[in-house]
């Protein structure tokens, strides 16, 4: 074993193109993101044909800018991690083709990275993780509890039964007429608002599970109700009212998981990472509870190459290998 391993991450999954260079799965080298926001915003979501187009324009560009900006070349890299799944599949087929060619082309080991998994390290990359911990992972995807007692394993113990959190901070928002991507523009607003709307907490039972589509369908029935007796939403107050619900089920969720499970360390994943809502409300929640709490700053939450370089890193210690063989998947287990 190489006492630095240098991984190059490549990660397509949905709307960013992206690559990075990461030593030992702690310290990012360089990074380079092309992000296709300008390009789906008229469309006021991810276009998925657009996106693999947009990534098949990008990839090569992001892959030699990032050796560039590391000052580092292709034979300096001791294995390249891919973003293999979930996600968009024509997305996620454009990075793996790069991968893949790569890998074999420079004879470099190649590593599936579930982008899950990925979420969870960009905490990596900030401190080092201590086990066992709970991590909370909260996307546009995804909404999931996941105990992890040593590094690269996986064990979920709750899920959302149908909506992701991410995905109905963007519906929300698109209600509320704000512009695609939503969820960060309805956090800002929130904080200029007051909860005043009368919102359902979603699922208040006994289970590590979460359910966003009741919360998503009461605001929507709460913008219609108002629009038809003539009264004008108060965008900022629905804001506060949704975020306070939404961040109140997740709370709920966690405490319950860290207390049961005896939690020491509690780590959060994911775009909605970046909420300042949930980060206020975890950082008190571990305050009260005496647990130790990791949130990677902002510029790690949303999607990134080097939380895939950053997990590529333990896949690769754990003894994962992908070969030419290696197919994305559009949707997938974390194991
Ligand atoms: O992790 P990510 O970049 O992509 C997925 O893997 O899904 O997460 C994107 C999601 C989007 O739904 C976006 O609206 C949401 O994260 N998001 C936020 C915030 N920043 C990003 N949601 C609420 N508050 C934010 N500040
Ligand atoms: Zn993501």
Same mark, same amino acid.
């Given at each position: 074993m190489k006492k630095n391993m240098y991984i190059l991450g490549i990660e397509s999954s949905c709307d960013e193109t992206s690559a990075s260079i990461v030593r030992n799965g702690v310290e990012e080298i360089a990074t380079v993101i092309a992000s296709q926001i300008s390009v789906h915003k008229d469309y006021g979501g991810v276009v998925p044909e657009i996106a693999s187009r947009q990534h098949v324009k990008k990839i090569t560009l992001v892959l030699e800018e990032c050796l560039k900006k590391?000052?580092?070349?292709?034979?300096?890299i001791d294995a390249i991690a891919i973003t293999y799944g979930p996600g968009l599949i024509g997305s996620l087929l454009v990075g793996l083709e790069a991968a893949k060619t790569l890998a074999f082309i420079n004879g470099k080991p190649l590593i599936p990275v579930h982008h899950i998994a990925g979420h969870i390290y960009a905490n990596s990359l900030v401190e080092e993780l201590q086990f066992p911990l709970l991590a909370l992972v909260v996307s546009g995807g995804h909404t999931e509890i996941i105990e992890m007692p040593e590094h690269y394993k996986f064990n979920k113990i709750g899920g959302t039964l149908d909506d992701a959190i991410g995905e109905c901070y963007d519906k929300v928002a698109r209600v509320i007429g704000l512009e695609y991507p939503g969820?960060?523009?309805?956090? $800002?607003?929130? #904080?200029?608002?007051?909860?005043?709307?009368?919102?359902?907490?979603?699922l208040k039972d006994d289970s590590y599970n979460f359910s966003f589509s009741g919360l998503k369908s009461a605001v929507i029935n709460l913008a219609h109700h108002e629009e038809q007796i003539g009264r004008k939403i108060k965008q900022a107050n629905l804001a506060a009212?949704?975020?306070?619900?939404?961040?109140?089920?997740?709370?709920? $969720?966690?405490? #319950?998981?860290?207390?049961d499970k005896k939690a020491k360390t509690v780590i959060v994943a994911g775009g909605v990472a970046a909420n300042q809502g949930l980060r206020k409300a975890m950082e008190k929640l571990a305050k009260e509870l005496d647990v130790k709490l990791s949130i990677p700053p902002m510029k790690y939450c949303t999607d990134n190459a080097a939380m895939i370089a950053a997990a590529g890193y333990y896949a690769y210690l754990d003894g994962r290998r992908g070969d030419l063989t290696l197919n994305s998947k559009s949707t997938d287990v974390l194991k």
């Open positions: 590391a000052d580092m070349k292709m034979k300096d969820g960060p523009k309805v956090d $800002k607003l929130a #904080k200029e608002g007051e909860p005043t709307y009368k919102l359902p907490v979603p009212s949704f975020q306070k619900v939404a961040v109140e089920s997740v709370i709920s $969720k966690m405490r #319950k998981a860290i207390i």
